[in-house]
Every structure is written in C-alpha cells, then in structure tokens.
C-alpha cells in the first residue's frame, strides 16, 4: 500500500486509467484521467501490478456541513474478500490525516465514506467501528450508510448559518 496524495504523476494517472477500464470501474478515460489527480493510496502485488486504489476529494457534503475528505476505493476482484478493506482505508486515513496536520491552517475534520458494498452495510452496524475508527452519521441520498472517521484533534470548522426567529 503507497501513499501517492498530491504526488500522482502522468504515468501512475495512465496506470490507474488502464486499472479502471481493465476492471469496468471507469470507463470514461475522461472520468478516470480526473478521478486519477484524486488518489491517495495505491495497493500493488509483487509484480507491481496494482491490485487497489483510494481517492479522496475535498468537499462539504450538505446535510453535514463540514469539510471533509470524501473517499472511495476500489479493488480488483482478484483482491476482493481477502480482509484488505479496512487496513487499505486505515492506511489511507492515515495518509489524509498526515497531509491535512502537515497544512498552515487544516482543511478537512477528517473523511466521509459512504458504504456502496451490501455486504459491507450488513456487517457494519454498530454506531461505531473501532477498527477503521468509523462513526454512522446517517445515510446518503441513495440509503446507503454514511461513516465519518475523525482526524485527531478535529474541531468544528464551519458555523451554520443563523436563523433570526421573530416572535409574532
């Protein structure tokens, strides 16, 4: 598992390009030449070959109203039920939670994950997760879980808006 935020050069982003396409992941080379300046982590085999890729992109999702790191990640299935899963995104929590200490100022309170895998959802379903560190915040417009891993000394970032209530 490498790390590679901020450090994706044309030929890994070609690399991951080929790994979407190759998988029926991406296969709008369009979609995955941008998708690729989002990787955060890439799982190779002893061949080199990559096996796994996280992404991540800075963003405010709505309903929660703080910035985070808004993750994905995808296996190839030949990698797929061998328990990689949650130290791949350990790793790559890891990863984000270094790059936004290392920040002036941070960017990010941690990072959101929401659980496209059925199998996963079933599995998952304490408010907590120790093992990735995985807090249920509520489900995402498509019902799906939405988990919320916490960088270290995180703080509330964003105030919300206040409404004036009149009394009539």
Do not use: C
């Not at 703080?66 to 296996?75: A, D, V």
Request: zero cysteines.
């Amino acid at each position: 598992m490498i790390p590679v935020w901020k450090q994706v050069t044309p030929a890994l982003a070609s690399e991951l390009i080929a790994f979407w396409a190759r998988n029926n992941a991406i296969p709008d080379p369009t979609k995955a030449a941008e998708r690729a300046t989002q990787a955060v982590l890439v799982g190779r085999d002893g061949d080199g070959g990559i096996w796994s890729v996280g992404t991540a992109v800075l963003g405010i999702v709505p309903s929660f109203g703080q910035p985070t790191y808004l993750y994905r990640q995808f296996f190839a299935p030949s990698h797929r039920g061998m328990k990689l899963t949650m130290p791949f995104l350990v790793r790559a929590r890891d990863t984000l939670e270094a790059y936004n200490a290392s920040l002036p100022q941070p960017e990010s309170v941690g990072v959101m994950i929401e659980l496209q895998n059925d199998a996963m959802s079933v599995r998952y379903q304490d408010m907590y997760e120790a093992e990735p560190g995985a807090h249920f915040i509520g489900w995402s417009p498509r019902g799906r879980q939405l988990r919320m891993l916490y960088f270290k000394d995180a703080r509330i970032m964003v105030q919300p808006q206040v409404a004036h209530i009149r009394n009539a």
